[in-house]
């Protein structure tokens, strides 16, 4: 099945710092999601992507729908607290089957 | 938030016993999704439906079925619970507008088998 690769799998930082993550794929995406899961939580959607070469912000995110629709990132500018969590990008597909491919997640951690 | 609600929230079930997990939503989307979520493997797809009786199976499927007799409501049935199955099950909907398609997640269900 399609695979989403997804780095690094783990980041501890300093707050205020910012923070950079992707996703690559050996499969052509149509659409690129940006979830963000806090403990105990469903994952949360941040981002959507649409086309190749978008760049999309919300806040202090912005993500990225790759050139060759088979990469995406995420950065996270000035970081606090309360950005710990678990990032997730998914990944999808228009045709055959309608389901997002998730990568295995980026675990934040922010020092104060 | 997106009207999506899982139950129960928490179970503890034997080994071999029939489990079944509901999602229900208020949104009239007609993708509906059962991942799992296991430390290290991210969310893998269980099944998912196109449609009201229209399902398909997805990458992690085997010891699992699912039902969708009406657009609100998606079933996820474990036939015989085994202790591999404990995981925390989330539900997912979505629905395209024009091109766009976004997708939201319940809270999950966290289900262990003992």
């Known amino acids: 099945g399609q695979q989403l690769n997804q780095s690094p799998q783990s980041m501890f930082i300093q707050e205020g710092e910012d923070v950079s993550m992707n996703c690559t794929s050996s499969s052509i995406f149509n659409t690129w999601l940006w979830y963000k899961q806090d403990p105990g939580e469903g994952p949360v959607l941040l981002i959507a992507l649409y086309k190749a070469g978008e760049l999309t912000s919300n806040g202090r995110l912005t993500a990225q729908f790759g050139i060759t629709r088979k990469d995406s990132f995420l950065n996270i500018s000035a970081s606090i607290p309360s950005d710990v969590g678990i990032y997730f990008c998914a990944g999808l597909m228009d045709t055959g089957r309608r389901a997002l491919t998730f990568g295995s997640g980026t675990r934040l951690q922010v020092q104060p | 938030d997106a009207g999506i609600t899982q139950s129960p929230r928490h179970k503890v079930t034997e080994t071999g016993t029939p489990v079944t997990l509901r999602c229900h939503q208020t949104?009239?989307?007609?993708?509906m999704y059962w991942y799992r979520q296991d430390p290290g493997h991210g969310l893998r797809l269980i099944h998912y439906?196109?449609?009201?009786?229209?399902?398909d199976k997805g990458e992690v499927s085997d010891g699992y079925s699912v039902s969708r007799s009406k657009t609100e409501d998606f079933l996820l049935t474990l036939e015989s619970a085994t202790s591999s199955q404990t995981s925390v099950y989330f539900c997912?909907?979505?629905?395209?507008?024009?091109?766009?398609?976004?997708?939201?997640f319940g809270q999950g269900t966290r289900l262990t088998v003992v």
């Open positions: 997912a909907i979505s629905e395209t507008t024009g091109a766009n398609t976004e997708a939201f």
């Open positions: 439906s196109y449609g009201v009786k229209d399902t």
């Open positions: 949104e009239n989307h007609r993708y």
